[in-house]
């Protein structure tokens, strides 16, 4: 009995020193000062020129492109509507991936909220069930989602569409950070690959959609021991075609293995995703471990601290291009509402001359939509002469000019360092009346 006793008392001990020397591990935080010198978090921005910058494109937007948005109904067909909130908000970044893999973790440590009573709840079991957009405020303070989808001023109103229980599971959190006044940042509920998206009480999949259609950078984190590919990661990879220019691997907690095991299970994360991700550049892989204590002894620490700095530089980039980016995607908006707006068009001309007296409406566009080569739609796109007005001006000449002149002109004075405000465009019409293409001659 006492030989028992004594083995169980030395089995305690064991387990007690083990503790301790885990305790002491996890004591010793990182040093975080290659973050703000990476992200040059202490150089003072130009906020007038950036302000004036938006001011210029919000009203390029306006004036140019929404118009004809509006009278050929595109918001209907692409349910995409671009708010003054969206043209002014912050560039994003989603953090996607299966439970506890260290999402929050992650922008914990970006952030320096470890041990502080605002950062992100952490553990080994799922944690995070709520859609988290971390943002800049004034004051520290959380905003529901209910109060963030009312808020017309913010880029999230469109999310009401996803109905009261998604509102729920939606919250806010506002605080005065450097960083966060350059971008924020969105924490999703971890992918659980034994319980059906019906379960979660509203529809997961698509408010995925809407947030990657939105991101302008995509983390997607895997840790060693969740690497397999189940139904919901899989539904998440399909959504995530043609954004893999976005898209970000991060393979974390990477000091948890030794080098050999490390680089077995790299080659397993890559087979694994190999089906899914079918490009000919695959998305670049970060290997490290994303949270402010020090690493594992005996890991490759110099290998983990410059995978970690390359990551915040790509971060970095999408800070300083955040501009041309928003330029970018409300010149390639415009295209699609030009290329819309003349196919409506057409497709009305067709069915105004196909109709007579005796035709049957329905049949004449049903045979219209059925074979559009028949009737020419593609070849023969008319020049949108009715949408014209004495005040207004027409609206395909107004959406050429912001397409191939004000939109290019506003991002070359971006790029040579001039004063939006004070761009060309206003000063000289933006040189030539831009031709009509469509025009019959």
């Not at 028992?4 to 885990?22: P, R």
């Not at 030794?258 to 892989?285: C, H, K």
């Not at 290329?339 to 409406?361: A, C, N, W």
């Not at 028949?374 to 107004?398: D, R």
């Amino acid at each position: 009995m006492k030989g028992t006793v004594s083995i169980c008392c030395f089995l305690s001990l064991l387990l007690l020193q083990a503790t301790a020397e885990e305790e002491d591990f996890t004591s010793v935080l990182r040093d975080r000062s290659h973050i703000d010198e990476t992200l040059r978090l202490a150089a003072e921005e130009k906020a007038g020129d950036y302000a004036a910058a938006l001011q210029r494109l919000r009203k390029i937007y306006h004036t140019s492109i929404k118009p004809m948005e509006q009278a050929y109904k595109y918001n209907e067909l692409r349910q995409h509507e671009i708010s003054d909130g969206e043209i002014t908000s912050k560039p994003m970044v989603l953090f996607l991936g299966p439970w506890s893999v260290g999402k929050s973790s992650m922008i914990n440590y970006l952030l320096g909220l470890n041990d502080s009573p605002y950062q992100l709840y952490t553990g080994a079991e799922p944690t995070t069930s709520e859609f988290t957009v971390i943002m800049h405020g004034e004051k520290i303070r959380s905003v529901e989602g209910i109060v963030m989808a009312a808020d017309s001023s913010r880029s999230f109103s469109p999310l009401e569409k996803f109905g009261q229980n998604f509102l729920e599971k939606l919250i806010g959190i506002e605080m005065p950070h450097k960083l966060l006044e350059r971008v924020t940042f969105v924490d999703t509920p971890g992918i659980i690959e034994n319980r059906k998206q019906q379960e979660r009480g509203y529809p997961f999949n698509d408010v995925c959609q809407w947030f990657i259609d939105r991101a302008d950078l995509i983390f997607v984190v895997f840790d060693p021991t969740k690497l397999d590919v189940g139904l919901e990661l899989e539904m998440l990879f399909r959504q995530l075609k043609g954004r893999e220019s976005q898209i970000r691997i991060i393979l974390n907690k990477a000091d948890n293995l030794a080098t050999q095991d490390l680089m077995r299970v790299y080659g397993a994360l890559f087979w694994s995703l190999a089906p899914l991700i079918n490009v000919t550049e695959p998305p670049r892989v970060y290997v490290s471990s994303f949270w402010p204590y020090d690493y594992a002894p005996d890991t490759s620490r110099e290998l983990f601290k410059r995978e970690e700095i390359s990551l915040l530089e790509d971060l970095n980039q999408v800070i300083e291009n955040r501009m041309e980016n928003k330029i970018a995607f409300i010149r390639q908006h415009g295209i699609r509402v030009r290329i819309h707006g003349l196919l409506v068009d057409r497709y009305v001309q067709t069915f105004k001359e196909k109709m007579s007296f005796f035709s049957d409406p329905e049949l004449v566009f049903k045979e219209i939509v059925d074979d559009p080569d028949k009737f020419y739609i593609f070849k023969s796109i008319l020049p949108l002469s009715a949408q014209c007005s004495y005040m207004g001006g027409c609206l395909l000449e107004k959406i050429e000019k912001a397409i191939t002149n004000e939109l290019p002109a506003l991002l070359s004075s971006i790029n040579s360092g001039k004063q939006p405000g004070l761009s060309s465009c206003e000063a000289t019409g933006c040189g030539e009346k831009p031709k009509n293409r469509y025009r019959k001659n």
